[in-house]
């Protein structure tokens, strides 16, 4: 690992030649639009007025129909920056909410989806990719892959609640 200020200069030479800020700006612009579209094409799911920026690592915003409301649960729609993909997970409203639906899930026999191995460091109770090299020369495409993926999740997910 390299000094802090090492890191800076290398920062500020990525800065200056302006192709990572205007990929950052491009990248939340359209997380921004993909809210606004979730929000208008799903009225009856409540979407959160804000997105979660990160530290570069992850940018997300989280929405949910009534039946996981109702249980603490939400719906992210996640972009990983280090790999550059697209996922979908299903969060509590909180740390206890989240322990109670991993434990439920880990401890059934549906394997549908990437279940991470502890509640503690992470924040989500299961995770699936929705795209892993999203084209974004096609943002109409782009949204309707990203939507289509989360609804089955959402589906998938309110199924199995529904037997459990």
């Not at 500020?12 to 990572?20: A, C, S, V, Y």
């Not at 997380?31 to 606004?36: G, S």
Request: aromatic share 18%; charged share 25%; net charge neutral.
């Amino acid at each position: 690992m390299k000094p802090f200020h090492e890191y800076m200069n290398e920062y500020r030479k990525q800065m200056e030649t302006g192709d990572i800020k205007e990929a950052y700006k491009g990248l939340m612009d359209y997380i921004m639009n993909l809210r606004t579209h979730f929000q208008n094409k799903y009225p009856d799911y409540f979407v959160s007025g804000s997105i979660y920026y990160g530290y570069m690592d992850m940018t997300y915003f989280s929405f949910f129909p009534e039946s996981l409301k109702s249980r603490k649960l939400k719906i992210g729609i996640v972009f990983i920056h280090d790999t550059c993909r697209f996922e979908v997970w299903l969060f509590g409203y909180n740390k206890q909410v989240q322990a109670k639906y991993w434990k439920l899930i880990k401890e059934s026999d549906w394997k549908k989806y990437h279940i991470p191995s502890t509640t503690k460091g992470n924040d989500s109770i299961i995770e699936s990719i929705l795209v892993d090299k999203p084209d974004f020369s096609n943002l109409e495409t782009l949204t309707q892959q990203i939507e289509s993926g989360t609804l089955t999740f959402i589906k998938d997910v309110e199924n199995f609640l529904s037997k459990h």
